[in-house]
Nanobody, 124 residues
Framework: QVQLVESGGGSVQAGGSLRLSCAASGRTFIVDGMGWFRQAPGKEREFVAAISLSEGSTNYADSVKGRFTISRDNAKNTVYLQMNTLKPEDTAVYYC?????????????????WGQGTQVTVSS
């Protein structure tokens, strides 16, 4: 299987930046794409960004386009989410996910492996 561990969450003021990391281990060779999702209290988990591990193609939610950047380091089996110009509405638990079969999917159902999540809190 594939294990995912997120890091880099924390508290920041509006306008600030954070970089999340997701380290994959185990049978990483079966992973085709990775993504970031987030879930705020009382809300459903929503797509944030995704990347194809082979081609590097990306997808972003409209709400984060121009502010967030997803990238990967295949040698380190790590995916990053650089978050700039953070807003209070970005506050959520951020989850890393890995997909076998989909490259830059935007829906939770296409991801088979999930991390435990890391909290991001943006204050106004």
């Amino acid at each position: 299987q594939v294990q995912l561990v997120e890091s880099g969450g924390g508290s920041v003021q509006a306008g600030g930046s954070l970089r999340l990391s997701c380290a994959a281990s185990g049978r990483t060779f079966i992973v085709d794409g990775m993504g970031w999702f987030r879930q705020a209290p009382g809300k459903e988990r929503e797509f944030v960004a995704a990347i194809s591990l082979s081609e590097g193609s990306t997808n972003y939610a409209d709400s984060v386009k121009g502010r967030f950047t997803i990238s990967r380091d295949n040698a380190k089996n790590t995916v990053y989410l650089q978050m700039n110009t953070l807003k209070p509405e970005d506050t959520a638990v951020y989850y890393c996910a890995a997909s076998r079969g989909s490259t830059a999917a935007t829906t939770t159902g296409l991801y088979q492996y999930w991390g435990q999540g890391t909290q991001v809190t943006v204050s106004s």
